[in-house]
C-alpha cells in the first residue's frame, strides 16, 4: 500500500519552544570574523568572552595524573565527593557560607547549572526578572524551560545596577526568581553589600521568589572592590538561593566545562534529576582538574587580575578620549560596555548611516576589522562590549582604529 505524504510533513519542523531563540550574537560576530581573517584582513577580535591565559600548569598536571589513574570512568551523578568537599571549602574559606554535600551540584559548566536549575523549578509562565544588560544566554534559557524574561534595564547613569524600587515594581505573583549576575557580564558592573542590601530587602518581603545569584567572575574585581556574595549578607535568605559559580574564568578552564553551585537540597535535588536525563556527570578528568584549581596554590589569580586591570586602564582610558563615546570605568570581569550614543545618526564614508549601536558595530568590523559585541545582544543600546582579554599590542592597534574609524563619521 502506497501513503501519500504531504510535501509539507516532511520538512523538519522546530519545536515551539525556540521559536525565540537564536544563535547567540556573540558567536556570529566572531564567525564573520573569522571569516574575514580567512580572507587574509587583519581582523582584530574583542568579543571573545575567555581568559587569554592557559590553564594553570599544577591543574593540567593533576589532570594527567587523573587519566594515569585510571579515572575515566563515570562519576557520581552531579559531582565526585572529592570536588564537592573542595567546592563546600571554598564557599566557607572565600564566601563565608556554609554548604552541605548535598547541597553542592557540579554540571557539564555554568550555564548547565542554570539550565538544570530553571528546568527543574519553572512551570509554563513562570516569570524570571533579569536586569539588563545581561549575559545573553540568560534569557534564552528562560524562555527553552518555557518561563518568561522580565527584562530590567539598568542604563550607565545607575552603574548598570538594579535598583529596589525597580524590583519592587517587577514582582508579580507569577514571578519565580530574580537572577543576578556580579560583576557583570558584559557592564563589569559589581554589588558591594550595601548594594545587595535593599534588593534583599526585597526578596523578604515577597517569599514566593528566588534568587539565582552568577558569581562567575568574583576574583576578577578591581580598585580594592571587596566581593560579597548574598547567601552571606543575608542568611534568612539562603533557603532561596542558588549561588552559581564555576572554574571557568578565575582559572583559564574554559575548556574543561566545570560549573558548580550551592542551594537548599531539595532544589539541589530536583537539579540532578534533571541532569541525569540531559547529560548525566560531567567529565571525570575535568572534575578532578577542577578539585586541583580550588585547593591549590592560587597567586596567580591575583597576578592575573592585576593584568586585566592594566588593560583595563588603557580601553578606558583610549575609549573616553574618542568623541561620541562615553566609557564607565567596570569594577569587575574583563570587558568595557561603552555608551556609543554619540555615533548614532552619523554617516559613514559609504554614505550608511549609523542607525543602531548594531550598525555601529558592524560598521566597526568592516571599517577599522575589529569585532566588538552591539549593547542589543545583551539587552540595552546604544552600547557595545569590548573584552579586554586579549594582549596590550593588539588592544592599542584595536583601540588606534577604532579612534580613526570614528573620526571618519559625518
Keep these: 500500500m502506497t501513503i501519500a505524504l504531504n510535501v509539507a510533513e516532511t520538512h523538519f519542523r522546530p519545536a515551539s519552544r525556540i521559536a525565540s531563540v537564536g544563535v547567540s550574537t556573540i558567536l556570529e560576530i566572531g564567525a564573520r570574523a573569522a571569516a574575514m581573517k580567512r580572507e587574509g ?4 577580535v574583542l568579543g571573545a568572552g575567555e581568559p587569554d591565559f592557559d590553564t594553570p600548569d599544577n591543574v593540567k598536571k593533576a589532570a594527567k595524573a ?7 570512568k563515570y562519576t557520581p551523578l552531579d559531582g565526585t565527593p572529592e570536588l564537592k568537599s573542595a567546592i563546600a571549602e571554598k564557599f566557607r ?7 552541605a554535600l548535598n547541597e553542592v551540584t557540579v554540571a557539564t559548566g555554568a550555564k548547565q547549572i542554570l539550565f538544570n536549575a530553571f528546568m527543574a523549578s519553572i512551570d509554563p509562565g513562570d516569570e524570571v526578572i533579569i536586569p539588563t544588560p545581561f549575559w545573553t ?28 524600587d525597580q524590583l519592587e515594581k517587577a514582582i508579580t505573583p507569577k514571578t519565580r526568581w530574580l537572577l543576578m549576575n556580579s560583576p557583570s557580564n558584559p557592564s563589569g558592573a559589581a554589588y ?3 548594594d545587595y542590601r535593599p534588593l534583599l530587602d526585597v526578596l523578604l518581603r515577597h517569599p514566593h521568589v528566588w534568587l539565582m545569584v552568577d558569581d562567575m567572575y568574583e576574583h576578577i574585581v578591581y580598585d580594592g572592590f571587596e566581593f560579597v556574595t548574598p547567601a552571606a549578607i543575608e542568611p534568612r535568605l539562603k533557603e532561596r538561593i542558588l549561588t552559581v559559580n564555576g572554574v571557568s574564568k578565575a582559572y583559564a578552564m574554559t575548556g574543561w566545562r566545570i560549573g558548580y553551585a550551592g542551594g537548599p537540597e531539595p532544589l539541589i535535588k530536583a537539579m540532578a534529576v534533571i541532569q541525569s536525563q540531559a547529560t548525566s556527570c560531567p567529565s571525570s578528568i575535568g572534575q578532578a582538574a577542577a578539585v586541583e584549581a580550588l585547593t591549590g596554590p592560587q597567586t596567580f589569580v591575583g597576578e592575573r587580575r592585576r593584568s586585566f586591570q592594566r588593560r583595563r586602564d588603557i580601553v578606558v582610558s583610549a575609549l573616553n578620549t574618542i568623541p561620541g563615546i562615553a566609557c564607565r570605568t567596570p569594577q569587575g570581569a574583563f570587558y568595557t560596555f561603552a555608551d556609543c550614543g554619540g555615533m548614532i545618526g552619523r554617516t559613514a564614508p559609504n554614505g550608511k548611516r549609523i542607525a543602531t549601536d548594531t550598525a555601529f558595530a558592524d560598521y566597526l568590523l568592516e571599517t577599522a576589522h575589529v569585532a566588538v559585541v552591539p549593547g542589543s545582544a545583551f539587552g540595552l543600546s ?17 583601540l588606534r582604529r577604532i579612534a580613526d574609524a570614528c573620526k571618519m563619521l559625518s
Excluded at 93 to 99: F, I, L
Excluded at 137 to 164: N, T
Excluded at 382 to 398: C, H, N, Q, V, W
Design 41 to 44: 584582513l587583519p581582523v582584530i
Design 66 to 72: 587523573a587519566i594515569e589513574r585510571g579515572e575515566t
Design 192 to 194: 558591594s553589600e550595601a
Design 382 to 398: 546604544p552600547y557595545f562590549r569590548i573584552s579586554y582579554a586579549t594582549g596590550k599590542t593588539e588592544l592599542r592597534e584595536a
Design 93 to 99: 574559606r572565600e564566601n563565608s557560607v556554609d554548604y
Design 137 to 164: 544566554s540568560y534569557s534564552d534559557i528562560v524562555e527553552i524551560c518555557g518561563g518568561v524574561p522580565v527584562l530590567i534595564p539598568c542604563d550607565g547613569a545607575a552603574g548598570f545596577r538594579l535598583m529596589a
